[in-house]
Structures are given as structure tokens and as C-alpha cells.
């Protein structure tokens, strides 16, 4: 196994409980207190802004252009950056559920198990797409480009950035983007 496929693998294996503990909110939802409910999606955004953003952006500046390379520019970046857009929209859209003195209630407990589901589905596709790389760089890198590329990805090195503005994330909701507030939000 290469350097860079035992980090990459590493780096799955530290995400996907946090990834399978979105499910378990969700499913868990509706047995518990708002309050309850509102601290776990809290811990489990600001895991998603410390950890997976700056994941996702070190393997789109660094990984994603080098598959392009290998595979000849027949595995276009653009759907893997609109998933890195989605991704992102429903990261957010967890940031907003999850700010304390929100209004809370039915609505927005549904609103909120539909973030974490939606945001469930698309990580763990987005990972197995990830280790779907890995016998391509394996079979396709020197031992040189495989150690370099490894040393360049530096997971988890604060502060995340946004990649291409280069600015740090802030905290939801100042970033929110893609994603429109819930109908009851305004009320």
C-alpha cells in the first residue's frame, strides 16, 4: 500500500463515524428534546467545518487535478466541484438549524432531519467516489509522486480555507450561499 492511500485511508476512517453519526441524529430526531437535538447536529457541524471542509478543499486543490492528469481529462472536475457545492449549501443549511435561540418546532426538526439525511447520502458517496482514486494513483504514481503528493495534501492544517477565495470559513450563517432559509425561519 502506498504512503498516500494509507493516509487517504486514515483520513476515511477518521470521517466516517462522524459521517454514519449524521444518520443517527437524523434517525434519532424524533426521540428527543429540541435542545438535544440542536447541541448534537451543533457538534457534528462544527466536526463538518474543522475537519471535512479542509478534507474536501486538500483533495480538490491537490488530489482532484492529478486524477484529471492520469485519466486524461475524461473525469471532468466540474461534478466533483458542484458536489463540493452541495456539500458545502447543506453544511451551512446545518449551521443555520443548529444556531442557538432559533425557532424550533415540528417544521423545523423535519428541516433539520432532511439536512442530515441529505448531508448523510452525499458523504458517503463523496467518500467511496474518494477511494474509488485509490488504485488509479497506486497503479499510475512513482514512489517520488505518491510521497509528494502525500506530503502536499496536509489534512485537517488549520485554518480551513474556501480554496479558490483563499479567505477562512466562517461560521454559519454569514456563509450561507446555496441554500434558501426554511419557510418558518421568517416567521
Known sequence: MSLLTEQLNEEHAKLQPHVDELRIVADDAPQIPPSALRSRVRREYEFLLREFIPHMDAEQETLHPVMERLLRDRHPRSPLAHTHQEIRGLIDALGALSEPGGVVGTAWQLETRRALYQLFSLLKI???EEELFTPILEAELSEAEDVG???QLEFGAPPPTSGREGRALEP???RVRSC???SWASS
Open 126 to 128: 463523496h467518500l467511496a
Open 149 to 151: 503528493l502525500a506530503a
Open 172 to 174: 454559519c450563517p454569514a
Open 180 to 182: 434558501r432559509p426554511p
